[in-house]
């Protein structure tokens, strides 16, 4: 029996995915990303200075912080304060590592960007949308740099998206929702940049194994939903041509 999509959706078909921009004030870039169901507020702050193991070189830094709202999901969580559980650590260490590959830290300078994503609502898939949507801030945030006058020359090389896929009854779907990520028997996300590379590939049989034929038809949906979502990017970055430098 063949898996049937909960909002109809054909197997390789994304969730409606919508970039809003200048969501909030004070942020020198922010979006809300939303993604079907699942929406999540990124931010881009900037400070002069850079960690200590790069203070000296002339290199810039990237980093990420992801957190879960309380009521995000259907039953209240709790607040993360001191100890941040494994699960929030991995996300936001993907989501730094995925938006360096964009940015050109000697561009950079000796400054510090940080990418805030938090998740307003989840239903699934709240690591990929919180780092397609984090480019999106990032890029507003280096476009209002360098009007600024902060930076001379743009830092951003490459264009970064992610998105799951997933074995449903043996077969192959694009950008689960909760119900299909609870019901996969296999779950990835997979990160590619501009040209199609891939930057990470996250994934694991929650039953049993697949093949290696599996495996190539999970990225080639990861790879056809990624370039749907890089068009979706470079339509929510007014001035692209004028900032990438790839």
């Given amino acids: 029996m063949v898996w049937q999509r909960p909002d109809g959706r054909q197997p390789y078909e994304l969730r409606p995915v919508t970039f809003h921009q200048d969501f909030t004030r004070f942020a020198c870039g922010s979006v809300l990303a939303i993604a079907g169901e ?6 881009v702050s900037v400070i002069e200075g850079v960690p200590k193991f790069l203070a000296g070189t002339g290199k810039g830094w990237l980093t ?37 590959a964009a940015v050109d830290l ?35 945030a280096i476009s209002k740099l360098l009007q600024q006058g902060v930076l001379e020359r743009s830092p951003l090389v490459g264009q970064v998206a992610a998105v799951s896929v997933g074995l449903l009854k043996g077969e192959p779907f694009l950008d689960l929702n909760y ?6 028997t296999v779950d990835f ?19 049993g194994c697949f093949s290696r034929s599996q495996l190539n038809q999970l990225l080639d949906f990861a790879e056809k939903g990624i370039q749907n979502l890089l068009a979706a990017q470079r339509q929510a970055i007014p001035d692209w041509h004028q900032i990438y430098q790839g």
């Fill in 64 to 100: 990420a912080e992801y957190r879960m709202l309380p009521t995000a999901t259907h039953q209240r969580q709790e607040r993360e304060f001191l100890k941040l559980s494994g699960r929030t650590q991995e996300i936001q260490r993907l989501i730094g590592r995925s938006l360096r």
């Fill in 106 to 140: 000697e561009l950079l300078g000796e400054r510090t960007l940080t990418v805030d994503a938090d998740v307003l609502q989840a239903d699934a898939g709240t690591r990929t949308t919180a780092i397609t949507g984090g480019f999106v801030a990032l890029a507003h």
């Fill in 38 to 43: 699942t929406k999540v507020l990124c931010t």
């Fill in 189 to 207: 996300n997979v990160v590619m940049n501009e040209h199609l590379g891939i930057i990470e590939a996250q994934g694991t049989a929650e039953e």
């Fill in 179 to 184: 119900v299909e990520d609870v019901a996969a």
